[in-house]
């Protein structure tokens, strides 16, 4: 069966640059989350879309931002790093019912020195 | 907002003795679902169980909402069970998918 799909794997980034991490969805899911696990911590909801359009906003910094496209991939945007933002950053892909369960990638291990 | 707390936060097995790990919460929920993240850090999906009983091979898990708490089984530990198990609740009257993590229970089992 298909899996949600994340790329890259791992990045590295300097402070104050840019990255950019991708998702692509399970196939007819049509809401996409993300969230960030920080070292030793437990996964924590950044954002998510339904249908193209920001359903529900977690604690995102400023400096973060994402979309959701046409072909229902998402992007997250993320800009001025800092050493703190290093972490794994996980996509999420469900249908749009109470109680969905979610299904997870395989994550994006950012590291920013 | 919901807490989730998870018992034990550490534990260590033999191969093949079998464990029960916790999960409480504070408020009703609509979706309940268990992960084993393991070493390289990938979340596995191991139920998604609001309610009732579930099992999968050696793992079975038990949910009542009632009482607000869950249970996952693992019977016959193998070394490849170890990792971080996670709970994950998303709460009744919140937007879909919004879950909330607990810390989870590290399970390191030795051969």
Redesign the interface.
Known sequence: AAGVIQSPRHLIKEKRETATLKCYPIPRHD?V?W?QQGPGQ????LI?F?EKMQ??K?SIPDRFSAQQFSDYHSELNMSSLELGDSA?Y?C?S?L?????????G??T?LTVT | GIQVEQSPPDLILQEGANSTLRCNFSDSV??L?W?HQNPW???I?LF?I?SGTKQNGRLSATTVATERYSLLYISSSQTTDSGVY?C?V?PGG???????????TILTVHP
Not at chain 1, 96 to 104: E, K, R, T
Not at chain 2, 99 to 104: I, K, S
Request: charged share 10%.
């Open positions: 809401t989350y969230y437990d996964p924590q909801f998510s339904y359903s529900d977690g794994l996980f999420a469900s749009a019912f109470l109680g969905s369960p979610l299904h997870f395989n994550g291990r | 609509n979706n679902q992960f850090g990938q979340l999906n998604y609001p996670f994950a998303e919140t937007s879909y998918g919004k879950l909330t993590f607990g810390q989870g």
